[in-house]
């Protein structure tokens, strides 16, 4: 939670982030509410309590990577190296167009004609060729219509016309111009154009006295011929899709990770840093007549530093998981060391693992704006589970309610907290009473997915 998210509201507003990250109105409590904004230092005019903060509560070791669960791994992806490249889709394209065009101009040659018709049938096939490409290119269905219009009405005069002089030995060229119907037009409109072009395809070898089998195999051959440019042509513009797609999503990984990093370092650290300064304020204070204590104090302090290296770490590796009844323990020590009464109740029962790591940081970015925001003298934690559903609230006095924080570093906790809570079904809600309180709610799903469930058990 940051102050700057935190302290725009007037008292006795509340606020809810849900789900799926959304702000909506709450119900005020009855004076209870919100805090989270003044300077943490020790309070002047108060002692802090001469009692020892155990450091085995905060511990020093770092947890080596073999003891943290392993991550969920995800489905499995195809090596970069066995997605055909754009480029061979292209060339695959092109080669099968040019076949179905040597084909043509062997039937042409084999049919003896004079060599003027035969170079005007040469150049007839060079344009369809040419037009076939553009027809087939990236995006061609997006061009204007009246430039659609023209390119087919082109290609439809190159395929019908030869036919009166080389009747069937041009029927492959009917194939190309079914294909770009296909690729440019409405699917209702293009699928009813194809199957006419196949059909009108029966009369050059009637016209020929041919056989029906010869009407039906020109037929046949047409609307095949058809299928497979549409089908190429699709396929090479999917492939470079595809490739375009991979490069985004491995640019938004590197995103969401570095949010994650950032998101994680905030929520550890804020915790730590914070513990850090109040305990040196309080062994400034306590050198000059309790240098034994003061003695004890650094040692807490060395441990927690210790422990925010350990933290670093393991959040750089991505495998930080953190137990809410471990950072309840902690959160009790630390408060009362800045003499804060604290009233605590964990009856959370079992939760997945994920769940348990969203609820420790929910607890500790409370406690981690209490110390630094506000004059607590009292703060009550709850955390109970009931109807698959986990629940924590943090409450607290002390807040002043004409504060407000308009830095530009002001934080982000609550946009971490809700991001977090979105991630396992949950939502945080936040109310500021009228007396100086700050309440904060978190709740979520005990178990929102198949992680393997954990047991908090229960401390008062």
């Avoid at 030995?169 to 006419?196: I, R, V």
């Avoid at 934690?381 to 308009?406: E, K, T």
């Amino acid at each position: 939670m940051s102050p700057h998210d935190r302290h725009h509201e007037h008292p006795g507003s509340a606020r809810q982030l849900s789900a799926n990250g959304a702000w909506r109105e709450a119900a005020p409590a009855s004076g209870r509410g919100a805090r989270h904004e003044h300077d943490a230092a020790p309070r002047d005019g108060r002692d802090l309590p001469a009692r020892e903060l155990p450091a085995r509560e905060l511990p020093a070791r770092e947890v080596p990577a073999r003891e943290l669960p392993a991550r969920e791994l995800p489905a499995r992806e195809l090596p970069a190296r066995d997605l055909p490249e754009p480029r061979l889709a292209r060339i695959v394209l092109l080669a099968a167009l040019a076949s179905y065009l040597l084909i043509t101009t062997l039937n042409i040659f084999s049919a003896r004609l004079p060599p003027a018709v035969t170079a005007a049938a040469l150049v007839c096939l060079v344009a369809i060729f040419v037009i076939q490409l553009g027809h087939s290119r990236p995006g061609a269905r997006l061009a204007p219509r009246w430039r659609k219009g023209a390119t087919l009405g082109t290609q439809a005069l190159l395929t019908y016309l030869p036919i009166v002089v080389f009747r069937a030995e041009w029927g492959a060229m009917a194939g190309f111009f079914s294909g770009s119907l296909l690729l440019l037009l409405p699917p209702k409109w293009a699928w009813t154009l194809y199957g006419a072009v196949g059909l009108s395809m029966l009369v050059p070898p009637a016209l020929d006295g041919r056989a029906a089998l010869d009407s039906v195999y020109l037929c046949q051959s047409t609307l095949l011929t058809g299928l497979v440019v549409y089908g190429l042509s699709r396929l090479a513009d999917l492939v470079r899709v595809l490739h375009e797609t991979r490069g985004q999503l491995t640019q938004m990984a590197v995103t969401r990770e570095r949010l994650r990093f950032a998101r994680d370092l905030h929520d550890l650290l804020g915790f730590s840093l914070s513990a850090i300064t109040l305990k040196s304020e309080l062994i400034h204070r306590l050198v000059p007549t309790h240098p034994q204590r003061a003695m004890d104090e650094i040692r807490d302090v060395l441990a927690i530093s210790r422990q925010s290296l350990a933290d670093v770490r393991t959040v750089a590796s991505g495998l930080r998981e953190m137990s809410l009844a471990d950072e309840l323990t902690s959160a009790q020590s630390l408060l009362a060391a800045a003499d804060v009464e604290v009233r605590a109740d964990l009856r959370a029962g079992t939760m997945s693992r994920q769940v348990n790591t969203v609820m420790a940081a929910v607890l500790r970015e409370a406690v981690t704006n209490l110390l630094r925001h506000s004059k607590a003298t009292y703060c009550e934690i709850v955390a109970v589970g009931s109807g698959g559903r986990v629940r924590l609230s943090v409450r607290n006095d002390g807040v002043d309610p004409d504060y407000r924080d308009l830095s530009p570093h002001s934080g982000s906790g609550l946009g971490n907290l809700a991001t977090r809570l979105a991630d396992v079904d949950g939502e945080l809600t936040t109310v500021r009473g009228t007396e100086g309180t700050f309440l904060l709610v978190a709740d979520a799903a005990a178990i929102p997915d198949r992680e393997a469930p954990v047991a908090e058990g229960t401390a008062a």
